[in-house]
């Protein structure tokens, strides 16, 4: 492990005694549930090590002056992950009314507890934005319904979450069960090829509009959204996706939607070339930051309502 001070880590951003962050950052560092080839366990302290070699600032020059930032470290349970779903929901459940939360995975099936505890906490509808090359809406997956295939199944089963308040981007791999499911339920979807062809900044437009009058949104990320050029070290990387700077348009262009917290999940560091992907996945970090200083600055709300 690298060695530095914990104020050094999220581009010099984290403050790991205030009690009020604007960002609280948790890791969850559980890779069992992958359906190939696991790995995504380490993410979190990868990416948290190399945190500490970026600057503060975007590159459109906006500096994340003021913006603070609170790491509580990776989530420790025992024994089975399933069993540790409750305490896992509490841990986030505590978080979200006071401070935009980001989860780091793991695996997709981390989001699992995660997205019920912001069903659980939450007073009014969320939105989601889950970006995965994958549809992850099978109903059960080799025997599992907590596999990395099954999250976004679950979040539907929620009463807060719904199919018609859910966007699907850059997805490619529709396995039968999960483009069933998004025919019968008419679910929105923007397709990698479509990106590809009409633009993010197009794209991004409409996604804003299907969430037009909702007080929460939530953003889901994995990592496989990102065309394997892009993020090599993901369990499965299949290629025609989406380019990091299509990713971070993505983000950047939320700003008039109250997204309240997020995930980054799947990358994984034993699967990685020269940290290529960690490097992603702080890049797109560092535009979530971005996108909860705007909103912050502009006097926005950033926790759960
Ligand atoms: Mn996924």
């Known amino acids: 492990m690298d060695q530095y001070n914990s104020e050094q880590l999220w581009a010099g951003l984290n403050r790991p005694d205030t009690k009020l962050p604007d960002v609280s950052i948790i890791g969850i560092p559980y890779d069992g549930a992958a359906c190939y080839r696991s790995g995504a366990s380490e993410a979190p302290d990868r990416i948290r090590a190399l ?3 970026i600057p503060p600032v975007l590159e459109t020059g906006e500096v994340f002056k003021g913006l603070v930032v609170r790491d509580s470290g990776n989530l420790q349970w025992t024994g089975d992950f399933v069993a540790a779903h409750p305490f896992i929901q509490d841990e986030i459940a505590r978080r979200v009314g006071a401070s935009f939360v980001l989860t780091l ?4 099936s981390v989001s699992i507890p995660v997205l019920r505890a912001i069903n ?3 007073n009014e509808k969320v939105g989601l934005i889950y970006v995965d090359a994958h549809t992850d809406l099978s109903n059960q997956f ?3 319904s907590f596999s990395n295939g099954c999250p976004l199944r679950r979040a539907m089963e929620e009463e807060k979450f719904s199919p018609e308040w859910t966007v699907l981007v850059g997805t490619r791999c529709f396995e039968t069960e999960g483009l069933q499911f998004i025919q019968d ?3 929105k979807v923007f397709p990698a090829y479509e990106i590809a062809e009409r633009g993010m900044q197009t794209v991004t437009r409409e996604i804003t509009k299907c969430f037009e009058g909702l007080s929460n949104v939530y953003l889901s990320i994995d990592i496989d959204a990102l065309d394997p050029a892009f993020a090599p070290g993901t369990g499965i990387p299949d290629g025609g996706g989406l380019s990091t700077r299509d990713m971070m348009t993505l983000i950047r262009a939320l700003d008039s939607l109250p997204v309240i ?3 980054l999940v799947e990358v994984s560091p034993p699967l990685d070339h020269s940290d290529i992907t960690s490097f992603a996945a702080l890049r797109i970090i560092m535009e979530i930051f971005g996108l909860v200083k705007r909103r912050r600055s502009l006097g926005k709300r950033i926790t759960l309502l």
């Open 185 to 187: 339920k008419r679910m």
């Open 105 to 108: 995975g793991g695996d997709h």
């Open 261 to 263: 917290s997020a995930d």
């Open 120 to 122: 659980r906490q939450a």
């Open 51 to 53: 945190s500490v070699e």
């Open 142 to 144: 080799r025997g599992s």
